[in-house]
Nanobody
């Protein structure tokens, strides 16, 4: 069964950093593109970053470009999201899921949403 589990969230001050992890099980990680999404209270879920299965090309939402970095370790079956220069506006629950990478990051077509990991940026 295809499963992705997020971890690494927490409370951090503005300007700080966090690294999120997305651990895969039940499938070969590099068989799918993987996306990170986030949902803040009262807002719709949005695509943050994506790494393509074919050549590892990375994609970022304009709001995080230059601050977030997505990477993939196929041996560890884990996708990471390194988040630097965090802002209060980055506060959200972060999720990973298989995705279609592009200018717009679209979740699916396989897997389901997990519980996510909470990121809170506050002084």
């Amino acid at each position: 069964q295809l499963q992705l589990v997020e971890s690494g969230g927490g409370l951090v001050q503005p300007g700080g950093s966090l690294r999120l992890s997305c651990a895969a099980s039940g499938f070969t990680l590099n068989a799918y593109s993987i996306g990170w999404f986030r949902q803040a209270p009262g807002k719709e879920r949005e695509g943050v970053s994506c790494i393509s299965r074919s050549d590892g090309t990375t994609y970022y939402a304009d709001s995080v470009k230059g601050r977030f970095t997505i990477s993939r370790d196929n041996a560890k079956k884990t996708v990471y999201l390194q988040m630097n220069s965090l802002k209060p506006g980055d506060t959200a629950v972060y999720y990973c899921i298989t995705a279609l990478c592009g200018r717009t990051i679209i979740p699916g077509p396989f897997g389901s949403w997990g519980q996510g990991t909470q990121v809170t940026v506050s002084s």
